[in-house]
Every structure is written in structure tokens, then in C-alpha cells.
T-cell receptor, first 111, second 115 residues
Framework: GQQVMQIPQYQHVQEGEDFTTYCNSS?????IQWYKQRPGGHPVFLIQ?????EVKKQKRLTFQFGEAKKNSSLHITATQTTDVGTYFC???????????FGSGTRLLVRP | GAGVSQSPSNKVTEKGKDVELRCDPI?????LYWYRQSLGQGLEFLIY????????KSGLPSDRFSAERTGGSVSTLTIQRTQQEDSAVYLC?????????????FGPGTRLTVL
């Protein structure tokens, strides 16, 4: 079945260091969404990418969608303690209602 | 407007008892999803509703799990004869339509503990 693999599972960085999480799909996606879940919280939508090769930025966060629309990445520049949480990617397919969520990358930031 | 709400926020039950978890989606959202999240894990899809119909129940772990949605709004997830492995956070999400291009809005979840 459709799968979205996400790595790393866990990353612990020093405040100010950069962070990247990667998602890879076994099938071509129509779109990919990213969510952030703070500790003890629920997933909150960050952004959606739809076009091949698309790059979007939100302040220190940069999101990319691969040319083949099978992979995506989230890069955080100069992490802050407020970035702590688990980041999930979620892939969608045309004519489908279901997002396939990656397993998430848990980010911890040392102050 | 109000977001997705879920009740109860916490539920502790004894093995073998039945539990009901409730989800109130955002008004007007036709699509509703249930997920399960075990401690430190990802989101496990359980069931999808479009209106009152559930075209995809494929994620329900066993026949002890059932769900319904009434009036195109409130949804209830029922777990019968609970087992310890059912302990998890149950998340509900809604979106304006059932297309994957729509953002999913999550509720705060119900933390279920089966003793």
C-alpha cells in the first residue's frame, strides 16, 4: 500500500543549529502537507505544496517538494526553543480523500 | 469560529468496558477523520466520514471499534470490550471537503487509558 517514510525519527540540536526532516513516498503524490505537533498538543497545519519542484518559505522554515513529487523536506534555519515538537508530512493523491501521514520527526532543541 | 472539539479529554477505563469518544467538527465541514496516536508514535488512520457515510473504515483495528456520524456533524467512536492495547490518544480531524488538498483541522484529542 501507499507509504510515506519520514527520517530522522528524532533529532536533538543545539539552539541556533539547523534542522532538516525528509519524507519519501512510494508513489507519486498530488500534494504534500506539513503539520507540527507541540508536546502534549495536536497536529497543526503548517503548509501545503502542490507543484513539482515547489519551494515555500515561512520565516526560518523552508519547504520543498521534489521534482518527481515523491519526496519533500522541511528545513529550519537557526532553530529556537519554540521549534520544539514533532513534524509530520502527509501525502495526498488525486481523487483521494486520505492523507498518508509520515511517522514524524521529533525535534528537541537545547537552549 | 470554534475549532474541532473532542470529549472527554481524558478517559480511564477498566479492561473489558465499553467507551464512547465524541468529536464535534468545525461547522460546515463535510469530511471527518479519526486517527489513533500511541505514545511517541505517528498518526494511525482509523476511519473517514463524508457527510454521514463512512466510505473508508479500513483503518479500524478490529470489530470492537465502530463509529457513526449523525446530521453531518457530531461523530462518535465506540470501542467495545476495551483492551490495554487500545490505550492511546484518539484524534479527530475535519476538513471542508474530502479532498486531500484541504487542510485538516485537528481536535485536542481524547487520551484513553485502559487499566
Amino acid at each position: 500500500g501507499q507509504q510515506v517514510m519520514q527520517i530522522p525519527q528524532y533529532q536533538h540540536v543545539q539552539e541556533g543549529e539547523d534542522f532538516t526532516t525528509y519524507c519519501n513516498s512510494s508513489t507519486t503524490l498530488s500534494n504534500i502537507q506539513w503539520y507540527k505537533q507541540r508536546p502534549g498538543g495536536h497536529p497543526v497545519f503548517l503548509i501545503q505544496l502542490v507543484k513539482s519542484g515547489e519551494v515555500k518559505k515561512q520565516k526560518r522554515l523552508t519547504f520543498q517538494f521534489g521534482e518527481a513529487k515523491k519526496n519533500s523536506s522541511l528545513h529550519i534555519t537557526a532553530t529556537q526553543t519554540t521549534d520544539v515538537g514533532t513534524y509530520f508530512c502527509a501525502g495526498g493523491m488525486d481523487s483521494s480523500y486520505k492523507l498518508i501521514f509520515g511517522s514524524g520527526t521529533r525535534l528537541l532543541v537545547r537552549p | 469560529g470554534a475549532g474541532v472539539s473532542q470529549s472527554p479529554s481524558n478517559k480511564v477505563t477498566e479492561k473489558g468496558k465499553d467507551v464512547e469518544l465524541r468529536c464535534d467538527p468545525i461547522s460546515g465541514h463535510t469530511a471527518l477523520y479519526w486517527y489513533r496516536q500511541s505514545l511517541g508514535q505517528g498518526l494511525e488512520f482509523l476511519i473517514y466520514f463524508q457527510g454521514n457515510s463512512a466510505p473508508d473504515k479500513s483503518g479500524l483495528p478490529s470489530d470492537r471499534f465502530s463509529a457513526e456520524r449523525t446530521g453531518g456533524s457530531v461523530s462518535t467512536l465506540t470501542i467495545q470490550r476495551t483492551q490495554q492495547e487500545d490505550s492511546a490518544v484518539y484524534l479527530c480531524a475535519s476538513s471542508s471537503t474530502g479532498m486531500t488538498y484541504n487542510e485538516q483541522f485537528f481536535g485536542p484529542g481524547t487520551r484513553l487509558t485502559v487499566l
